[in-house]
């Protein structure tokens, strides 16, 4: 009795491993298939188009595999506008496409081997060349800014009712499209995440970035008493842009400071949670932008490690703390063509480049030093 005991124990255990067994094999087989014939459509870009268009295109990944080369022009559908595209603008996003990390992402959807996707670019500025039979928001000649996959290029096609909206008249075009990305990111983070009130007191780490001079002006506008950190070179930039105080990073550390925030937005993640948290008032809010800066690493990295855990604590202490990343839409988009329309938000551009050196562009990005935007000219 006690001999047959013991064998069904035994006998589950080897049932057991051996359905781990091929559960694995089973995924490495998938991942294997799956990983070698991942393809996409850059068999399409090589055929002569009749209707040609210039764009930046990728048919692996990396830098050095970017192209400038002609391609077909879209055609707009019933509910879509066609738009020549006169500036786009470069985000941390569009890096993190064009390099394939950190390389979850791959497994996600964007391509195992190869770009699933092989237009690039988000953010835009244009003039409305077409629109399809049912729209009755824009018409042909309207100037209008947003974010559409493919940005990068002469041409590009959105829904009437996504994330389009008229440009003020008072900016450029390479100012609004600067804004669609980091002015959203920025807007929805103080406004949905820190829930920022008029008197309150807020951090904004990495205030001369693209996100961050966003964030100080919409925090001005906001009434709230903002504080924002940034290196030496750029605190008059940072003051002017309507922050009550700056800190030199290089100098100072805000995490030993005896002042308490109610509201951090941090861009860059580059201290504890632990040491935020210090000077994060009990009822505060911590809201990490997109898991960091540019360099992340190349699987999971620290800046997505650091939301996870964010998030964590965040069940376990009176603060609020997370992560968010920009829902692009056309309300949100209005409400920062008003703030630019009235004076209260005015974009900042690092540099600019032509759309033939994007290479150039992303590489300077990826340095981690850029002041507010970097903008590509399109036409």
Same mark, same amino acid.
């Given at each position: ?20 067994? /091929? ?39 990396? /830098? ?21 595209? *006169? ?40 003039? /409305? ?49 600067? %804004? ?8 929805? @983070? ?72 109610? %509201? ?27 898991? @960091? ?75 981690? *030093? ?10």
């Amino acid at each position: 009795m006690n001999d047959k005991a013991k064998i069904k124990p035994q006998r589950w255990k080897r049932i057991l491993k051996w359905t781990v067994a /091929v559960i694995l094999i089973a995924l490495i087989a998938w991942f294997e298939i799956a990983y070698w014939t991942s393809t996409n459509d850059c068999q399409l870009h090589s055929a002569a188009p009749t209707n040609p268009m210039k764009a930046i295109v990728y048919c692996d990944y990396g /830098v050095s595999n970017l192209k400038f080369q002609e391609i077909e022009k879209p055609t707009p559908a019933d509910d879509q506008l066609l738009i020549k595209v *006169h500036a786009a603008s470069v985000n941390p996003l569009d890096w993190h496409f064009i390099e394939g990390t950190p390389y979850f992402m791959r497994a996600m959807g964007v391509g195992l081997r190869k770009p699933k996707d092989t237009r690039l670019g988000v953010d835009f500025s244009g003039t /409305v060349e077409a629109v399809g039979k049912n729209v009755t928001k824009f018409k042909p000649g309207d100037e209008v800014f947003g974010g559409r996959t493919g940005a990068f290029g002469e041409y590009v096609c959105v829904r009437e009712a996504r994330a389009v909206a008229m440009k003020p008249a008072n900016v450029t075009f390479d100012q609004a499209a600067s %804004v669609p990305i980091a002015g959203i990111t920025a807007l929805q @983070g103080l406004r949905d995440k820190g829930k920022v009130q008029p008197g309150q007191k807020v951090l904004i780490i990495g205030a001369s970035g693209g996100v961050g001079t966003f964030a100080v002006q919409i925090a001005r506008s906001m009434g709230a008493d903002v504080t924002g950190v940034c290196s030496t070179r750029n605190l008059d930039m940072v003051r002017t842009l309507g922050a009550d105080h700056v800190i030199d990073y290089t100098k100072e550390d805000f995490t030993k400071s005896e002042q308490r925030y109610d %509201v951090i937005l941090d861009n860059v993640a580059n201290h504890s949670l632990s040491e935020c948290r210090r000077v994060l008032n009990p009822d505060g809010k911590y809201v990490l932008i997109g898991g @960091g800066g540019v360099n992340e690493g190349r699987w999971l990295g620290p800046g997505l490690t650091h939301a996870v855990k964010a998030m964590f604590l965040s069940k376990f202490v009176s603060q609020k703390m997370g992560m968010m990343l920009a829902e692009l839409n056309q309300k949100d988009l209005t409400a920062l063509a008003d703030l630019m329309q009235s004076g209260k938000v005015t974009p900042v551009i690092d540099r600019t480049y032509k759309l033939s050196e994007l290479p150039q562009a992303i590489e300077y990005l990826e340095q981690g *030093h850029a002041r507010g935007k970097v903008v590509v000219n399109v036409d």
